[in-house]
């Protein structure tokens, strides 16, 4: 089953976010923008925040966990992992359920954390059925 297949997400209501455009904006946890999903991005307005760029810089809610779906497939570690699953709350990606081992889990928070308009990848409800 391919991550596509194992993805949702949650909407978390935001009265106000006090957040700067630019804060908004930003790249996430490494820093680093995907310029060319960027650039498709901006061909919106307004433009599509990072957290719901989709594969293609189309607005997509799921657009993030999408991402990190597509790089977990891309990775041949952990592109067969089974008891998973992809949970996107804004900017922040929720693993759940069953790695095989810590290095795959670490691999798993390691790629997701490189995706563009990811902030936070939470492991508290992933957990490691053996160790290596």
């Known amino acids: 089953m391919s991550w596509l297949e194992r ?14 455009e630019e804060e908004k904006m930003g790249p996430g946890l490494t820093g680093q923008f995907d310029r060319e ?24 809610p799921a657009g993030l966990a999408k991402r990190v779906a597509i790089a977990f497939d891309a990775d041949p570690l ?12 804004s900017r922040a990606i929720v693993l759940q ?4 081992d810590e290095l795959t889990l670490h691999r798993m928070v390691e790629i997701a ?7 936070v990848v939470d492991t508290s409800q992933a957990t ?5």
């Open 7 to 20: 993805i949702s997400v949650q909407d978390i209501p935001q009265e106000h976010d006090s957040r700067t």
């Open 37 to 60: 999903l960027r650039e498709k991005a901006s061909f919106h307005k307004p433009p599509v925040p990072p957290e719901k760029m989709g594969v293609e810089g189309e607005f997509d």
């Open 78 to 89: 952990i592109k067969d992992v089974q008891d998973m699953t992809i949970v996107q709350v």
């Open 97 to 100: 359920g069953k790695a095989p």
């Open 113 to 119: 954390s490189k995706v563009d308009g990811t902030d």
């Open 128 to 132: 490691v059925t053996a160790n290596r």
